[in-house]
């Protein structure tokens, strides 16, 4: 049994980029989308290289599965419309929410 549907497996492929290689994790994708329901996905997320302790709505980007595009996230909110030619609404399916690093001793509060 593969681990991923080709459906899957393709939107993984196109919302991962690869993991810098090192000895842990060579060529191994940041994420992989197990389909929950059968329904065309939007992916959001925050690129690798943007600080999660201080990025806001705006440093995410949303990927369209049907449409094969990205677009940027106008604000976090429960649903999403694809500026692209499909017009679709998503609602809010899964998330995960990722712990952010304590600050510096002695930082501004900000
Ligand atoms: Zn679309």
Not at 58 to 67: A, K, L, M, N, Q
Request: aromatic share 8%.
């Amino acid at each position: 049994m593969k681990p991923l549907s080709e459906p899957d497996y393709q939107l993984s492929m196109r919302t991962s980029p690869r993991a810098r290689a090192d000895e842990r994790n060579q060529g191994l994708r940041s994420l992989l989308v197990h389909r929950l329901r059968d329904a065309a996905k939007a992916v959001v997320r925050l690129p690798n290289r943007t600080s999660i302790a201080t990025a806001h709505s705006g440093r995410y980007t949303v990927h369209c599965e049907t449409d094969n595009i990205w677009f940027g996230l106008p604000d976090w909110g429960e649903e999403i419309e694809c500026p692209g030619e499909c017009g679709q609404i998503f609602a809010l399916e899964f998330a995960v929410f990722s712990a952010v690093p304590a600050p510096a001793a002695g930082a501004a509060e900000g």
